[in-house]
């Protein structure tokens, strides 16, 4: 069974500062990869995905991820955080050989901005 | 992409009652819809599959008679917890299966049982 590590479980970031979300996978082969944002008591919000190809992404809101086979890992960066990046960021993980596409979600960053 | 609406955002209910949350595609015919629960600061935990005219596929260690999940249309499918108890208070999100490209995510509904 595929699974997801997000080892952070807090950072603080200051506001222009870059920020790196880390994220490790465990499967067979190269699953589907997503980033999703949350913002307090909302729903998800896509922010990137990774199928196949250029393993360097780019997504909205000026994030942009890169696939490293070798180290099973998709982590998610941003050059320079606004205050409004304050949230809940989430790694998923697709199993391409199943029907449908269920997601296995990472244990969640939440990242706080300080002014 | 597909918007998704959920409801209620909130609900509070007593002890012992069900409650039945919504999740619509407003803009998109859904075959396959995807019920999750996210426990304060946890992350999101898939609950079921719930396939238009058909019965709903449960993951391991959720309950099928208490969380019912019917999917009558291609633009609705719900989700009741039954006979409700203060462990069911949790964050219930449902997602509309869009193909590989984009799960489609609602806004949530926070349950709280009293």
């Known amino acids: 069974a595929q699974s997801v590590t997000q080892p952070d479980i807090h950072i603080t970031v200051s506001e222009g500062a870059s920020l790196e979300l880390r994220c490790n996978y465990s499967y067979g082969a190269t699953p589907y990869l997503f980033w999703y944002v949350q913002s307090p008591g909302q729903g998800l919000q896509l922010l990137l995905k990774?199928?196949?190809?250029?393993?360097l992404v780019q997504g909205i809101k000026g994030f942009e991820a890169e696939f490293k086979r070798s180290q099973s890992s998709f982590n998610l960066r941003k050059p320079s955080v606004h205050w409004s990046d304050a949230a809940e960021y989430f790694c998923a993980v697709g199993d391409p050989q199943a029907a449908g596409n269920k997601l296995t979600f990472g244990g969640g960053t939440r990242v706080l901005v300080k002014p | 992409g597909a918007v998704v609406s959920q409801h209620p955002s909130r609900v509070i209910c007593k002890s012992g009652t069900s409650v039945k949350i919504e999740c619509r595609s407003l803009d998109f015919q859904a075959t396959t819809m995807f019920w999750y629960r996210q426990f304060p600061k946890q992350s999101l935990m898939l609950m079921a599959t719930?396939?238009?005219?058909?019965?709903?596929?449960?993951e391991q260690g959720v309950e099928k008679d208490k969380f019912l999940i019917n999917h009558a249309s291609l633009t609705l499918s719900t989700l009741t917890v039954t006979s409700a108890h203060p462990e069911d208070s949790s964050f219930y999100i449902c997602s509309v299966e869009g193909g590989w490209t984009e799960a489609f995510f609602g806004q949530g509904t926070r349950l709280t049982v009293v």
């Open positions: 990774y199928f196949s190809g250029d393993t």
């Open positions: 719930s396939n238009e005219g058909s019965k709903a596929t449960y």
